[in-house]
T-cell receptor
Framework: AQSVAQPEDQVNVAEGNPLTVKCTYSVSGNPYLFWYVQYPNRGLQFLLKYITGDNLVKGSYGFEAEFNKSQTSFHLKKPSALVSDSALYFCAVRPNTGTASKLTFGTGTRLQVTL | DAGVIQSPRHEVTEMGQEVTLRCKPISGHDYLFWYRQTMMRGLELLIYFNNNVPIDDSGMPEDRFSAKMPNASFSTLKIQPSEPRDSAVYFC????????????????FGPGTRLTVL
C-alpha cells in the first residue's frame, strides 16, 4: 500500500525567508510525486510533480521540490516566502507502474507566512 | 477551458434527505475522481471513473453513497439518506491518461461543494 507522511501540521516562516514543507512517502516501485496547494474555500491546485529525470523539480509560483530516493522524501521549497503563499499544502504519491491512477494524499501542512 | 465545474457550491439539508452533487470534468479528460475533505479525516478518495466506468469505489463509506457517470461530461454523487456525519466538502477532479498508456497524470480539482447536514 502507498502512503504519504507530512510530519508538520503547520510551518511558520517570515516573509522573505526560505521555506521548506516536508513530505516522505512509501510506495511499491518507483513513485510519481505531486504537490498541491489549497487556498481557503478553494479546490486543490497543482503546483508541481516528479515523474522521472532531474531530481529537482520546478513548479508554479517559484516553488520547487527535490526528490530524494534514498530518503524517500519530496520536500517542497521556496527561496523567499511571500505572505500570499499562506495556504494548505498537500503532498501526493502513486506508483509509476500499472494502470491504477489512485493518488494517495498526505494530511496537509498549513503554511503561515508573516510580515 | 472553464476547469472542473461543481454544483451546487453550498448545500444545506436536513438529516434523511437525499443530496445530489454534480460535476462536469474538463473536456477531453477521461478520468474523474470524487473526494471528501473533513478536518478529522483529511482528503479521502471516494470513487474514480475511467471512460465513464467506475474503477475503484473502495472509498465509498457505505451504501448510502452512490456515484454515476452517464457520459463523459457529467457525474453525480448521491447520498440517500443523508446524515450529519456526511457534512464535509466534496471535491470532483479530472485528469487525462498519459500517452504512455492508461496512467493518469495531473488531477485538476473543482471548487468543491460544501455540504451541511443538520
Amino acid at each position: 500500500a502507498q502512503s504519504v507522511a507530512q510530519p508538520e501540521d503547520q510551518v511558520n516562516v517570515a516573509e522573505g525567508n526560505p521555506l521548506t514543507v516536508k513530505c516522505t512517502y512509501s510506495v511499491s516501485g518507483n513513485p510519481y510525486l505531486f504537490w498541491y496547494v489549497q487556498y481557503p474555500n478553494r479546490g486543490l491546485q497543482f503546483l508541481l510533480k516528479y515523474i522521472t529525470g532531474d531530481n529537482l523539480v520546478k513548479g508554479s509560483y517559484g516553488f520547487e521540490a527535490e526528490f530524494n530516493k534514498s530518503q524517500t522524501s519530496f520536500h517542497l521549497k521556496k527561496p523567499s516566502a511571500l505572505v500570499s503563499d499562506s495556504a494548505l499544502y498537500f503532498c501526493a504519491v502513486r506508483p509509476n507502474t500499472g494502470t491504477a491512477s489512485k493518488l494517495t494524499f498526505g494530511t496537509g501542512t498549513r503554511l503561515q507566512v508573516t510580515l | 477551458d472553464a476547469g472542473v465545474i461543481q454544483s451546487p457550491r453550498h448545500e444545506v439539508t436536513e438529516m434523511g434527505q437525499e443530496v445530489t452533487l454534480r460535476c462536469k470534468p474538463i473536456s477531453g479528460h477521461d478520468y474523474l475522481f470524487w473526494y471528501r475533505q473533513t478536518m478529522m479525516r483529511g482528503l479521502e478518495l471516494l470513487i474514480y471513473f475511467n471512460n465513464n466506468v467506475p474503477i475503484d469505489d473502495s472509498g465509498m463509506p457505505e451504501d448510502r453513497f452512490s456515484a454515476k457517470m452517464p457520459n463523459a461530461s457529467f457525474s453525480t454523487l448521491k447520498i440517500q439518506p443523508s446524515e450529519p456525519r456526511d457534512s464535509a466538502v466534496y471535491f470532483c477532479a479530472s485528469s487525462l491518461a498519459s500517452l504512455a498508456g492508461g496512467q493518469t497524470d495531473t488531477q485538476y480539482f473543482g471548487p468543491g461543494t460544501r455540504l451541511t447536514v443538520l
